[in-house]
């Protein structure tokens, strides 16, 4: 994670990048791909492409990019990227 942070120069942002190597909130939030595609390529345990906006420890906003014919939200992402994003906290 601090690669990728370093890599989106993020550092001293308000931003956090944060891992789940035991997929604990990954199933807390019920967001693990189980859809057979990924894990018969050897990817396992990865969660749904998702964005989530926590203001204070409480979830103000959460999007899944997902299709049942693109699990892992590769093709249409739009709904977690940051401009969507940024336009569901504008409307909170």
């Not at 203001?55 to 699990?71: C, N, Q, R, T, Y």
Request: glycine content about 6%.
């Amino acid at each position: 994670m601090k690669a990728w942070a370093a890599d989106q120069k993020i550092d001293g942002s308000m931003i956090t990048f944060m891992g789940d190597p035991h997929t604990e909130l990954t199933r807390a939030l019920d967001i693990e791909m189980t859809h057979p595609g990924p894990r018969s390529v050897g990817i396992a345990n990865r969660c749904k492409r998702h964005a989530m906006y926590v203001d204070d420890g409480e979830v103000k906003f959460f999007a899944i990019s997902e299709d049942d014919d693109d699990p892992a939200g590769d093709d249409d992402p739009e709904d977690t990227c940051a401009p969507a994003l940024l336009e569901a906290i504008k409307s909170l």
